[in-house]
């Protein structure tokens, strides 16, 4: 319990001092709490202690949890791969969902969100390194996406979400992580509304919020060692 509420205090405090390091307001940096497999009882521990924001990747585990903790406070966001066959879950029982990377899960998304919810929170997830073995669309079609996405009624775009190579510098110098910010800002020239741009976990928070990330997404280093 205790031990729970200390480490969302440490990472609260890396947020806070990463923020002030990169002149920024340590505001503008929200804290996703990844808690893929961890109990409904560790989330309820942070709940407890503040944090409001939760990450799932598994959509069994995630709604046997909703069930358990019936919270309505609680901000759940879909961060797993998300196949199409479990869409309607999704569009039912989360509020955000970070990891669509195709049209056909935008128009499922979109149809199937529950008229008595409002419009579900999208991040489009960008492959921003190409790496043939992770999911996101390559930067070249997220214009197209992120257009889509604003036309849809059931859906509200956020932004972008990455998960990029360990300390990718490209032979320009710049980081993974800079090039995230460099797109999320040409969406914001072409006039869209998006506020969030979801990068860094535990290893690696304080470099994404040098380079802009305004949604930090931990798992290991708020709950330990996946079970
Ligand atoms: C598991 C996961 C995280 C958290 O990773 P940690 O290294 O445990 O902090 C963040 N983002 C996504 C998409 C994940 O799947």
Not at 37 to 52: D, E, F, K, M, P
Not at 181 to 190: I, T
């Amino acid at each position: 319990m205790n031990d729970l509420k200390n480490k969302l205090d440490m990472v609260r405090a890396r947020i806070t001092r990463a923020s002030l390091k990169a002149d920024r307001n340590p505001d503008s940096v929200s804290l996703l709490a990844v808690s893929k497999r961890h109990s409904a009882n560790s989330i309820r521990t942070l709940v407890i202690a503040g944090q409001t924001h939760f990450g799932e990747n598994y959509v069994q585990e995630a709604l046997e949890k909703q069930q358990q903790l019936a919270d309505p406070d609680i901000v759940w966001h879909f961060i797993g791969p998300l196949q199409s066959n479990k869409t309607r879950e999704v569009a039912q029982h989360f509020d955000w969902v970070q990891s669509v990377d195709r049209q056909k899960l935008l128009l499922r998304l979109s149809d199937q969100r529950p008229d008595s919810l409002p419009p579900l929170n999208i991040c489009l997830q960008v492959n921003i390194d190409n790496e043939p073995q992770k999911s996101g669309a390559s930067s070249t079609d997220i214009l197209a996406l992120a257009r889509l996405t604003t036309e849809l009624p059931g859906l509200k775009l956020r932004g972008l979400m990455a998960i990029p190579r360990i300390s990718a510098v490209d032979r320009t110098g710049s980081s993974s992580f800079d090039r995230m910010r460099h797109l999320f800002e040409s969406l914001r020239a072409e006039g869209m509304e998006v506020d969030t741009l979801s990068m860094g976990m535990s290893s690696d928070l304080e470099s994404a919020i040098k380079a802009g990330s305004t949604m930090v997404r931990v798992g290991t280093d708020l709950f330990g060692p996946r079970n």
